[in-house]
Nanobody, 126 residues
Framework: VQLQASGGGLVQAGGSLRLSCAAS????????MAWFRQTTGKEREFVAA????????TYVGSVKGRFTISRPKNVNTIYLQMNNLKPEDTAVYYC????????????????????WGQGTLVTVSS
């Protein structure tokens, strides 16, 4: 199983970026996915998660109303639309996935996820 994240870059404050993460390989069950981010010297923090069936999402408070996580039906690919970006959103963004029986569950802890992408850097200038 591999997760490939893309879409990071440099943007001015107030701008937008769209991250993508494609999961390849064999999953035995439904796949819930999420985005985390990490800055130097800090722990990796939860950003947004989406259930395997796409019907449920959850966000960290600091991005609510600005970021949207989504996924096409029956495809293990997720997107993170990031609007009104702020300098404090600067980080390496990682996608994560977990395969289990629960099609409607979302997970916010790092320990819940089995697979991780390589990260994509988002830099927001002031």
């Amino acid at each position: 199983v591999q997760l490939q994240a893309s879409g990071g870059g440099l943007v001015q404050a107030g701008g937008s970026l769209r991250l993508s993460c494609a999961a390849s390989g064999r999953f035995d069950n439904s796949v819930a996915m999420a985005w985390f981010r990490q800055t130097t010297g800090k722990e990796r923090e939860f950003v947004a998660a989406i259930a395997a069936n796409g019907g449920r999402t959850t966000y960290v408070g600091s991005v609510k109303g600005r970021f949207t996580i989504s996924r096409p039906k029956n495809v293990n690919t997720i997107y993170l639309q990031m609007n009104n970006l702020k300098p404090e959103d600067t980080a390496v963004y990682y996608c994560a996935a977990v395969s289990n029986y629960y099609r409607y569950s979302v997970y916010t802890s790092r320990e819940s996820y089995e697979y991780w992408g390589q990260g994509t850097l988002v830099t927001v200038s002031s």
